[in-house]
């Protein structure tokens, strides 16, 4: 070894320690945003978010999750360039900056290793899919519903979640909603007397096949990527009608629509009500007047209606037992057989279904890796439950379900209706 190369000199030495000492003298400038201030948590304890598919409702979700301390959105991707544009525009309003980065595909936003959760309000199409696919890129989910357009994608959502562990929110925000959960603990705590039967506006029952339109001239991809924007679901031409992801598909599948649209939010509350978020009615009836009928193996019926509703908003549910009922919607207010049932309580009157409460449910577990109250086993049951109510429409007979084997008993051509062949390239 050469001792001379390798000596350092008292002198050199206390140059490079006086050196490193001036570095660390020189004032360092931190952003703000990276310590918590500004409204903003510190970097350690934010969740980084991206947004895939923010029309009309996902601005609304997107701007519940942008009210959150620890909440910092890095992305959006959409097909549609002005809804990127237009949700990039609200993202950096809100922090003041320029920093949020659009993607036309959203494969290029899961790629970002740096993206705790994304928020998927896409037209229906795409809900499963998408989130199954953002899982197994180890992003945790906040999904619009109807969250699956089938029972198999219903319970291949459920699989996916429980196989990789990430947290599943499905947006069926009145779960988080007081009016709604004390009517629930009425039903569940017994105040009720024996639950017989469950109610739930379902705000259609017409189910029919999949859409067409005529073909119109499709637009530049970067515009709208029709391709992209089909995804899984069958190809069809360009038809701007169906770019309103309320025309296409909505829930759609091959039965279409049906009772899902608000099913997945009335029927959800009816299976909690009935603690049966891990279970399905096993028998379903046609429609009979405005009203159809599903039977849960515990005797308890469902009973979806158009009318009969006390005026008390949308989305209302009743919860009837042997000593008392009650009956609640999105006006926040409760009706009950008896004012006893309070018990001298106040519950909170919050009209609108705001989603607040609902995201921060999410963003806590997302923390705790618990899991939300509209979980993805959750929403698996309460779509299975919409989904073959559906199918008893369609085919306009009494059905006979399985509730362990997810399928229904001795009926081939309803059995064929549980599912649908993705469009390729794309596969679950």
């Known amino acids: 070894m050469n001792r001379q190369r390798n000596h350092i000199s008292r002198r050199s030495f206390l140059r490079t320690a006086l050196g490193a000492s001036a570095t660390l003298a020189v004032p360092t400038f931190v952003s703000p945003r990276v310590l918590g201030m500004q409204g903003l948590a510190p970097a ?15 601005t609304y979700d997107l701007g519940c999750f942008l009210q959150e301390p620890d909440v910092e959105c890095v992305a959006i991707a959409d097909v549609k360039l002005f809804r990127r544009e237009q949700a990039k525009r609200m993202v950096d309003q809100h922090y003041g900056n320029n920093n949020c980065v659009t993607y036309r595909d959203f494969r290029e936003l899961l790629d970002r290793p740096d993206i705790d959760a994304v928020l998927i309000a896409t037209g229906p199409n795409w809900h499963c899919l998408a989130s199954v696919l953002a899982a197994k890129a180890g992003k945790d989910v906040y999904c619009e519903k109807p969250v699956t357009k089938n029972i198999t994608q219903s319970l291949i959502l459920a699989e996916t979640f429980r196989r990789t562990g990430r947290v599943f929110q499905a947006g069926t925000q009145r779960r988080n909603l007081p009016h709604f959960a004390f009517a629930v603990e009425l039903a569940q705590k017994g105040r009720l007397g024996r639950l017989h039967t469950v109610y739930a506006h379902p705000a259609g029952m017409s189910t029919s096949m999949s859409g067409w339109a005529p073909a119109e001239p499709e637009p530049p991809k970067e515009e709208v990527d029709w391709d992209l924007y089909l995804g899984p679901a069958a190809w069809r031409p360009f038809n701007k009608r169906w770019l309103d992801g309320f025309n296409f598909e909505k829930g759609g599948g091959l039965v279409g629509g049906g009772v899902l649209e608000w099913g997945s939010h009335c029927v959800d509350l009816c299976q909690w009500a009935n603690n049966a978020d891990n279970t399905v009615p096993v028998e379903y009836y046609p429609p009979e007047g405005n009203q159809v009928k599903a039977k849960y193996a515990n005797g308890v019926t469902l009973v979806l209606r158009e009318e009969g509703w006390l005026p008390l908003g949308s989305c209302p549910v009743r919860f009837e037992g042997d000593r008392g009922w009650v009956e609640t919607g999105d006006s ?19 009209g609108g279904y705001p989603a607040t409460f609902h995201v921060r449910d999410f963003l806590d577990c997302v923390k705790t890796r618990g899991k939300p109250k509209a979980n993805a086993d959750v929403a698996c049951h309460s779509h299975i439950a919409c989904h073959a109510v559906n199918i008893a429409i369609f085919l306009g007979r009494k059905l006979r379900f399985d509730p362990l084997k997810y399928e229904f008993i001795d009926d081939e051509q309803a059995n064929r209706l549980r599912g649908e062949a993705l469009r390729e390239p794309w596969r679950f």
């Open 44 to 58: 350690s304890e934010r969740i980084r978010l991206g947004g895939i598919g923010i029309g009309n409702r996902g």
């Open 332 to 350: 926040g207010k409760l009706a009950l057989s008896s004012p006893a049932l309070l018990a001298g309580r106040k519950v909170a009157e919050i």
